[in-house]
């Protein structure tokens, strides 16, 4: 039997390239036109896995866009280990920030550059090439299934239900997630909590058409202006959001529970020059650490209005937009957070112009705990690989399926992620260190083993 890195070593061109066809594939499920491109990357799923020895593996069919869905099934007394990921990536906009076309993976530096490299292609394929390894060299411990969806980027909004109906298939010892990260390549970390979400979109109305802005200049409410005050009116001078009943159920972390976050390793110089920051920002009394990680948050992901071409054209817009999150944390419920929102913007606008607001999609948040079998399998795998015991952290990131799993299937998950802080997910020049990716597949078969052991 060869060893993982041999084996790694035969064929990683083959894994770059196999990963590559698929980071081709323009996956963006938040755009309409890309809705066969859904179905092209399901099927090549579909196909990695039945090379990879999977027994069966198909596609199936959402109210929404295609999950597809492999097992092998070596013993049913064995336990069983389910592998989420998915197949959609963000946009790629803006465009001319790209240094290499987002869907021409190009390898530079030592790392993976296209959409997708990481979020979730990359970090998925992993999974996908361990598997292939064990069962090439008959040293699957474990019962396997995956689960392969198409809407991660977009909210997850029809795999509850898809879940709810296929409990059976799905039953598992627990769910196994990389669409994480790592605090340093050096420096291995579990992801023990992630923040939940609500997003929005609000859409202000001022007069019935765009106006000369010098004939009702000063006369007329421009949405825009109304839009950029009430957005100002979210958070306080201390970073605090203003939404009334907002905090009634944010969970407050213990001052010790506090101490250990605060030993994880974090250079807040080297934070702020990797940004291009002169200073941080965020909720007055918490470090940059804590802000990220157990305090919710308030952005603008998006704004919008009025004349935006080439030149100089003097209106007042009838219509100003914008797109706008919350993170959540453990105890706040999205639905209501989103209800709290709605009510007091529209609350707070002035009769000058018309509010609306639009909830898009949401999440709980997750906590894992560290003495469940699979954490502590996860915990020796790392340590086999990177020679350091992992440091257990909380994310700053959202994957709302996540405690949905939780709810539907009652399964824990085990957010095992190899991505760094600088691959720049959701950003132009997204990448992959090569070195994280074949580190992942050399870890990955590891957790299995220590995971049949401890079960």
Known sequence: MKNIEQYIEEHKERFLDELFGLIRIPSISSIAVHKPDMYKAAEYWKETLLKAGADRAEVYETTGNPVTYGEKIIDPAKPTVLIYGHLDVMPVEPLELWKSPPFEPEIRDGKIYARGADDDKGQAFMHAK?????????????????????EEEIGSPNLGAWCEANKEMLKADVILVSDT?????????I????RGLAYWQVEVTGPNRDLHSG?????????????????????????????????DDVEEVSADERELLGRAPFDLEAYKAALDLE?????????????????????????????????????????????????????????????LFKTHFEAIAPKTVKVEVTSLHGGQAYVCPI?????????????????????????????????????????????MGFGLGSDAIHSPNEN??????????KTIPKFYRYFAELS
């Not at 992801?191 to 992630?194: A, D, I, K, P, S």
Request: proline letters at 7%.
């Open 279 to 339: 200073q941080e920002d965020g909720e007055a009394g918490f470090t940059t650490n804590e802000r990220t990680g157990i305090r919710p948050s308030f952005d603008v992901c998006g704004i919008w209005g009025g004349y935006m071409g080439e030149g100089a054209k003097t209106v007042i817009p009838s219509k100003a937009y914008a797109k706008i999150s919350c993170r959540l944390v453990p105890n706040q419920n999205h639905e209501q957070i989103a209800e």
């Open 130 to 150: 361990a598997f292939e390894y064990m069962v090439a060299n008959d040293c699957l411990p474990c019962n396997v299934k995956f689960m392969i969806e198409g």
């Open 215 to 247: 004939m009702y200049g000063g006369a007329v409410a421009n949405p825009i202006n109304v839009l950029t005050k009430l957005i100002a009116r979210m958070t306080d001078e201390n970073g605090h959001i203003t939404i009334p009943g907002f905090y």
């Open 181 to 189: 990260g790592m605090i340093a390549p050096d420096v291995p970390s």
């Open 432 to 441: 992959y260190p090569l070195e994280q990716f074949f580190n992942g597949i």
């Open 371 to 415: 003495d469940i079998p699979a954490y502590q399998a996860a915990e020796k795998a790392y340590m086999d690989t990177f020679g350091k015991r992992p440091v257990p952290v909380r994310s700053g990131g959202s994957i709302p399926i996540i405690s949905t799993f939780e709810q539907v299937l009652g399964i824990k998950s085990v957010l």
């Open 191 to 194: 992801t023990t909590g992630l």
